[in-house]
């Protein structure tokens, strides 16, 4: 089934280390992926060491897409496309059973992956292979097919008081 945590509320991420967790628990294998990260988010950590979880390449330096300018945009967007289309190929020869795509939807708003490629591939995955994706503001044809959709809504957040994220809470 597919499934999609977004919103403007935190712990889209932390719905799916969750997931990965239990899934991982139960003995299914999932590959977990994650766009505009780097390899320094808490969660990484210990998923590396989790039996039947994979992680795949990350970044060592990113800047938030907002303070990018266009250059380093585009070079985001190559090493972006080029971990969906690795995982893409890992996914489908390695027979996982739960692909994570952690902030894809994100990769795709800020036009560093193509919309149409990655709705193809979560349409054509096989039955058999749970599909989770994160960000904010999903494609409305990616609702409509999802079989899982949560909203994450913000009601209140310390960063609206000028409090940056923090190790080991919000990365």
Known sequence: MKHIYYGDGKGKTTAAVGLA?????????????????????????????????????????????????????????????GIFERSVTTALTEKYDMVIFDEIIEAIN???????????????????????????????????IADYVTEFKSIKHPYDRGITGRIGIEF
């Open 110 to 144: 800020a036009d560093m992956l193509s919309e149409s490629e990655v709705f193809e591939f979560i349409t054509n995955a096989p039955t058999s292979m749970e599909i989770v994706m994160t960000g904010h503001n999903p494609p409305q044809r990616f609702i409509d």
């Open 21 to 81: 967790v239990r899934a991982a628990g139960s003995k299914l294998k999932v590959l977990f992926v994650q766009f505009l990260k780097t390899e320094f988010s808490g969660e990484r950590h210990m998923l590396s060491h989790m039996e039947n979880v994979t992680l795949t390449f990350c970044p060592l330096e990113l800047k938030f897409t907002f303070e990018m300018d266009e250059k380093e945009k585009a070079q985001a967007s190559k090493v972006f496309k």
